[in-house]
């Protein structure tokens, strides 16, 4: 691994980090009315958990782009298509990757930003089976990023599905029910400001309009 390539690699995951961060607001007061499963981790647990599966990414992929002298690719012309390919895949990773935050801190749609997650999961697995085929050491160390992507995706789902009301907001559980007036209520208040004389009159009037 060339030091100039891990430089590179660090300086595009970090930029996706920084991306993502500019979007995240867990103290917004949206997030804190959002229904959340009761097994999703301590707040403090995802920068902590990002931050080392960021380091993670920028070094496996280093090594795996360096890996050209490997000699595990036939073929010096296919060697180069695939590293081509890989670095493709890699940007395509830390664009979803930083997407997913403006999708639900800032445009506050659970459902898209879960749709996004899954398929930066797929990404991401892809990404680890490219990173394996350049270096084995390398796509093993790169796998728990996929596993991760693949919780967050569950995560992602989970807060949706609790909260599918407009922009993520929770469902109501009970509200004003709609109150339509009640012409027999109606009938009968008016029946005991009538005299007495008339109530009989509106008694068989009712009667006959039964009837029909």
Known sequence: MKLMTVVRTAAATAAAAAAGGTAT??????Y????????QPPAIAFPVVWTALYADLA???AVALDSEADGESPGRKTRR?????????????????????????RARRPWLAAAECAVLTASSVDLVRRTHR???????ALAPYALWCG???????AIARLNPG??????ATGGPSVQCPDTRVSRISRRRTLPMSERGKESSTTTRRGTL
């Open 25 to 30: 607001d867990p103290d917004s007061r949206w």
């Open 81 to 105: 298509q695939e590293l081509a390919a890989y670095r493709g895949a890699l940007a395509a990773n830390l664009v979803l990757s930083a997407a997913w935050s403006w999708l639900f801190w």
């Open 134 to 140: 350049l270096h084995r050491g390398a796509g093993v």
């Open 59 to 61: 070094v496996s992929s």
């Open 166 to 171: 407009p922009a993520g907001r929770p469902a």
């Open 151 to 157: 919780f967050a995706t569950v995560l992602s789902t």
């Open 32 to 39: 804190r009315r959002l229904r959340k499963p009761d097994w």
